[in-house]
């Protein structure tokens, strides 16, 4: 027991219990207003066949993540690459590969294929 005045005692367990509660709940609604809460991705769907990215322009909102889903019809494989993205994949001759890309700003973001200089395509978030 801690004597504070005279008449007057607080037990040390009952003040910590006090401040633990307190630190949790601090702790709690910061996690509730946390934006790192996992968000819905959008997802686009690519073919790449014939050496081109079918659609070669899409779009998506910003501020939200991006999961493209690029499936290689061609027979030999590809990669998937974007400098501005920061994003690499090879993919191989007729399979699928899953790309996920940070939630991102307004602006125009370009992809190719770095085995074929020809295969390009773009993304604009808005």
Do not use: H
């Not at 999961?67 to 998937?80: G, I, P, Q, S």
Request: proline share 3%.
């Amino acid at each position: 027991m801690l004597k504070l005045e005279e008449g007057q005692q607080v037990s040390k367990v009952t003040d910590m219990t006090r401040k633990l509660a307190l630190a949790a709940l601090c702790a709690l609604a910061a996690f509730a207003a946390s934006p790192s809460q996992a968000q819905q991705a959008t997802e686009i769907r690519l073919t790449y066949s014939n050496g081109q990215f079918q659609p070669n322009q899409v779009s998506a909102p910003a501020d939200k993540p991006v999961t493209f889903r690029v499936k290689n019809l061609d027979a030999k494989a590809m990669e998937f690459e974007s400098t501005s993205l920061r994003v690499e994949k090879v993919v191989a001759a007729n399979s699928e590969g899953v790309i996920n890309v940070r939630a991102l700003k307004s602006g125009r973001y370009e992809f190719y294929d770095d085995f074929n200089d020809k295969a390009r395509g773009a993304l604009t978030v808005q």
